[in-house]
């Protein structure tokens, strides 16, 4: 009989990013989807996640568009309703000031909604609404359960804290929404940020005293991570009640 190395078995298996088991009752969920900036880098892969997922993209839309009907897509996608005509959740990666705009619409037509864009704006911009929101500046699952340890690490020990990111060169806010929001739970000692290339997406956290060094490190290697996990927890959202929430109210549910 033929060996198969780990190494081998492993690469054959993780050509395809999967769904984990945990969350396959979330996933199965059938949902119309509605992307704003759809155009963009996220609403690019969106569309080809919600595509993959067979995910009903129910209406779309991009920056030249006033009045919520989607046009002008640089990818083929058939969908020309309003946003307001059957949308069952909106999904928002345009940028922040569009997005205080677009939740007073979602709350307008109760269509609950996922903010994933970052700066400029603050969770607490968005506590006066009565739909189910989702304030999330990084919806990568793993991620989110990472920053959960490291909020428990830092409470839990005394060490010098650095936290940093490294970013493509097309990103507009430095530093990320991930690391503000870190930062803002953690206070961190040091803060650093660069910018490089054209997809790289990384977050890293280190911890030290003069007995132990603790480091954590979240590489993203395609944003079809940050696509797939947020159309998860977009079915999650839609099942939640009225209300403003953080991905580690999704983690600690789901996980
Ligand atoms: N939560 C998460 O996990 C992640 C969050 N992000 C965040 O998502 C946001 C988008 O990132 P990215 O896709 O890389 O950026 P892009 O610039 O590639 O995409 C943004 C898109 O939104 C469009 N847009 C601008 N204003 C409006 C508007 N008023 N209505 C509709 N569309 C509009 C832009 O058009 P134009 O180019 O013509 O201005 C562009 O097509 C950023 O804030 C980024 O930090 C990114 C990755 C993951
Ligand atoms: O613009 C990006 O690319 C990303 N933005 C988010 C952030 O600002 O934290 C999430 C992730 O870092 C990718």
Known sequence: MQKILYHELK????TQYTTPFYLLNVINLDMKLCIIGANG???????????????????????????????????????LHKVEDGADIIIDFSNSQASKSNVEYANKYQIPILIG????????????????????????????IMENAI???????????QIGEVH???KKDDPSGTTKQLDD???????????VGKNMSMHQFMGINDLEIARLEH?????????????????WLIMQKNQLFIMQDFINEII
């Open 11 to 14: 690469y054959q298996q993780s």
């Open 185 to 195: 739970k953690i206070n961190a000692d040091k803060v650093w940020s660069l910018r």
């Open 168 to 170: 493509h060169k097309n």
């Open 219 to 235: 590489q993203v290697l395609d944003r079809q991570l940050y696509a797939h996990d947020a159309l998860v927890i977009c079915k």
């Open 117 to 144: 864009t970052t700066e400029g704006h603050k969770k607490s911009d968005y506590n006066k609404f009565n739909i189910p929101i989702m304030w999330a500046p990084n919806t990568s699952i793993t991620w989110n």
């Open 41 to 79: 880098r996220m609403g690019q892969a969106i569309i080809e996640s919600a595509q993959q997922q067979n995910i009903n993209i129910h209406s779309v839309v991009v920056k030249e568009c006033t009045d919520y009907v989607g046009h002008k897509l640089s990818k083929e996608v058939k969908i």
């Open 151 to 161: 909020e428990k690490i830092s409470l839990a020990s005394k060490l010098a804290i």
